[in-house]
């Protein structure tokens, strides 16, 4: 899994949307104590840098050490490289403890985990009453491009990872067995929209850090071809155009339930 997402780290760094301050803050509402949070799949740490304004420390995972070498620095983040084999007892010795964490975020990266054994250990480290967790997602939704979006998602379907599939689907389809907060529960996830400027550039950027673009490339077929990225071009309106988009994004958060 992660040479998925450790081939295209460089180009995943600079592509990718920026979290809206106001979701931080709404998670950060939602928990009476602001020690620690845990940001899982945390790439390059964009959802990790915006816990980091509303609690003490953060501990940012990734099985990708090429992700966490692009990962932004920050005085409370702690990042650290958790390979898919590390036995659950270190997770959660590395996080503190059981009951220690008061935020779990997962930032367009649930999809990719073995979700079983990853709640396992989130009710595990989850502070007892008042832990939350946040998991959120974005697609090919993108407004107001989502035309060519579609057409460009299409010829990526041979290449899709079954996995992806939840987040294509808008994570409706996303086992998320926690309670109920009222900001999006399992089969109904709430609306997020993330606001971007995005150029371009960007927008080429964003494409060929996909997880099907990588795996099509590794099969020998470039996605992003001269002819492909012309025709997109032209959509899109030119080379230099810069436009306002909103990448319509989904939420799940939640609580422990208490038979768990
Ligand atoms: C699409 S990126 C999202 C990165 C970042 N959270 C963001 O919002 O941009 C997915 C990330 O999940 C990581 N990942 C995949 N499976 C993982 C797992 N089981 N545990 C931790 N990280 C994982 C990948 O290495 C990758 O960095």
Known sequence: MAGLFSKQAAVYAAARPVYPKDLFTKLAALTPH???AWDVGTGNGQAAIGVAEHYDSVVATDVSEEQLLRATAHPK???LHTPDATPREDLVAMLGGEGSVDLITVAEAAHWFDLPAFYDI????LRRPGGVIAVWGYNYRIIPVEDMMARFFNTTLPYRDTRAWYCMNGYKDLPFPFNDIGLGREGEPASLDIDHEMSFEGL???LRS???VTTAKQQGVDLLGEREVKELEEEWGGVSLVRKVTF???LLVGTPRAED
Do not use: D, E, N, T
């Not at 989130?122 to 480290?125: L, T």
């Open 34 to 36: 602001h020690c620690l």
């Open 77 to 79: 983040v702690r990042y």
């Open 122 to 125: 989130a009710r595990r480290v």
């Open 204 to 206: 080429i950027g964003m």
């Open 210 to 212: 996909g997880s099907a």
């Open 248 to 250: 319509k994004a989904f």
